[in-house]
Nanobody
Framework: VQLQASGGGLVQAGGSLSLSCAAS????????MGWFRQTPGKEREFVAA??????YYGDFAKGRFTISRDNAKNTAYLQMNSLKPEDTAVYYC???????????????????WGQGTQVTVSS
């Protein structure tokens, strides 16, 4: 499965952005789709994931970000609200058909990655 991320951009602090991750082929609801982010010099950080209708979030994302999925379009979305300058990063979508729940926040559990999309939040 190939993934293509889109929707990044520049936004002021407090604003919102929505990211999309389109899969190249139909996937089951058990196919886990997630978002990670990375800033220069830091490790990739878990943002959110969705599998079988259940959602999982990094602590910083709870209450501000929402992950969702449109199975008919083979697309996952990340709605980001109340953005902060520290949310500035390259955001990557990731996927895998079988992810053990205990590993859902671990980037090594995913075997398909989108190309990354830049999100910049100005203060």
């Amino acid at each position: 499965v190939q993934l293509q991320a889109s929707g990044g951009g520049l936004v002021q602090a407090g604003g919102s952005l929505s990211l999309s991750c389109a899969a190249s082929e139909r996937t089951s609801t058990r196919y886990t789709m997630g978002w990670f982010r990375q800033t220069p010099g830091k490790e990739r950080e878990f943002v959110a994931a969705i599998r079988s209708g259940y959602t999982y979030y990094g602590d910083f994302a709870k209450g501000r970000f929402t992950i969702s999925r449109d199975n008919a379009k083979n697309t996952a979305y990340l709605q980001m609200n109340s953005l902060k300058p520290e949310d500035t990063a390259v955001y990557y979508c990731a996927g895998r058909s079988t992810v053990i729940l205990s590993n859902i926040r671990n980037e090594v559990a995913y075997n398909s990655w989108g190309q990354g999309t830049q999100v910049t939040v100005s203060s």
